[in-house]
């Protein structure tokens, strides 16, 4: 059975950091495009950012573009999102996820998204 499963979030003030963190289990996802996700409340689930199966392509939501930073490590069938200079705005719970179906076509279109976790709460306080 796949697992996913986030970790890194907590409180920050505005102007802080955090990484996140999100391990996969059952399946090897070296292959596939991974992706992150977030839901603020009263509001849809939108995209934050994706990256390549080698690493090399990364796509931003323009939101995030510039402070944030995704990578992953397929040895550890891992994938982080470094979150930099944090506005109360980019308060939300970020969830991975997993485009089981392409290598390196990164879509923002959740739909596409196989596999997700559970989420974990980040909340920047200003």
């Known amino acids: 059975q796949v697992h996913l499963v986030e970790s890194g979030g907590g409180l920050v003030q505005a102007g802080g950091s955090l990484r996140l963190s999100c391990a996969a289990s059952g399946r090897t996802f070296s292959a596939y495009v991974m992706g992150w996700f977030r839901q603020a409340p009263g509001k849809e689930r939108e995209y934050v950012a994706a990256?390549?199966?080698?690493?090399?392509?990364?796509y931003y939501a323009d939101s995030v573009k510039g402070r944030f930073t995704i990578s992953r490590d397929n040895a550890k069938n891992a994938v982080y999102l470094q979150m930099n200079s944090l506005k109360p705005e980019d308060t939300a719970v970020y969830y991975c996820a997993v485009n089981a179906r392409t290598r390196g076509t990164i879509t923002t279109n959740q739909a596409l998204y196989d596999y997700w976790g559970q989420g974990t709460q980040v909340t920047v306080s200003s």
């Open positions: 990256v390549s199966w080698s690493g090399g392509t990364t």
